[in-house]
């Protein structure tokens, strides 16, 4: 496996077809496209890692995954009402199938669907208490309590989230946001602006793999059936309008961030965290999908 992930680094990981680093959040355009880390936790406790995979990065629309399961942990099926759980086939960040489907977000990755998410963990609290509770969970299943969030990201995206303050307003116009829409704003640029490596994310997501558990400390996370639906969301949606494409390449559950990161699972098997912050047309990480294609082909790990 180390040979593998070795490989990949010196192959992959040193493309000059990087993609481009998102810079419609500042802050996020500063960060140096030539990094490349990648981890791998398996379920038997081992773990592997190459390349910059210390390195913290913006886990951006990967925590939405962490997000989702402390939202499932507080209302059940009740999140369900809220957001739906079919693929979008837009951008991450569209606003159009809001206004035909009575503005409920057709999942819990795409940007809307995700605000509604942070909406549904707030439940007349502050943002303060809420991001604890998302930031404990992320703690809880890395078993790593020196995670935080970038307060430089979230403040960089507060100032420039246009986008995303509409998508909150559209949604409240619906009747769909309970919480003043700066709450719920706060609340989830913070939640995106956790920084993690890919040592730290990729142990975060054993609990998916192992069916809900975390396989080290033996502590039940989520029920095995809680661990499958995430996981099948992460298939269809994780990659918005690439989710066909990276289900076609690499068929492993999986979350993408603009800040280049990737969680893929391999249930049953290991958890991985790839990060390169060069992005693709449809703002996945370049070469990040790449190396994930490469480590499937090398491991016959995916699930098709
Ligand atoms: O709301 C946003 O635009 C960002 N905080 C997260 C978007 C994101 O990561 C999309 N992923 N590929």
Not at 137 to 153: E, G, L, P, Q, T
Request: with cysteine; charged share 20%; hydrophobic share 45%.
């Amino acid at each position: 496996m180390q040979a593998i992930l070795d490989e990949i680094v010196a192959t992959i990981g040193a493309s000059d077809d990087r993609g481009k680093v998102a810079d419609y959040i500042p802050e996020l355009a500063t960060v140096d496209p030539n990094q490349f880390g990648i981890a791998i936790a398996t379920v038997d406790g081992q773990m592997f890692c190459a390349g910059d995979a210390e390195q913290l990065f913006s886990i951006q629309s990967i925590s939405k995954v962490f997000s989702l399961t402390v939202a499932l942990g507080k209302l059940g099926d009740g999140v369900w009402q809220r957001v739906g759980r079919e693929p979008s086939g837009d951008p991450f960040n569209s606003i159009v199938q809001l206004e035909h489907e009575n503005g409920k977000p057709r999942n819990p990755f795409i940007n809307a669907g995700a605000i509604a998410v942070a909406d549904a963990i707030l439940m007349g609290h502050q943002p303060k208490e809420a991001l604890a509770e998302v930031l404990q969970f992320v703690r809880f299943i890395a078993d790593d309590d020196s995670i935080c969030f970038d307060d430089k990201v979230a403040k960089s995206e507060l100032a420039t989230g246009h986008r995303n303050a509409a998508l909150a307003h559209f949604m409240a116009a619906y009747g769909r946001i309970k919480n003043p829409v700066d709450y719920v704003l706060g609340t989830y640029f913070h939640h995106c602006a956790i920084a993690m490596s890919c040592q730290q994310l990729a142990r975060a997501g054993l609990f998916l793999a192992a069916d809900g558990r975390d396989p080290l400390t033996g502590a039940r996370v989520v029920l095995p059936n809680r661990a499958r639906r995430i996981n099948s969301l992460m298939m269809m949606c994780g990659h918005y309008d690439g989710s066909g494409e990276f289900a076609f390449r690499v068929g492993l559950p999986g979350k993408s961030g603009v800040g280049g990161g990737i969680l893929a699972i391999v249930p049953g098997r290991a958890s991985i965290a790839v990060w390169s912050p060069g992005l693709d047309t449809v703002g996945n990480s370049k070469l990040g999908t790449q190396a994930l294609e490469r480590l499937v082909q090398a491991t016959g790990w995916s699930v098709f």
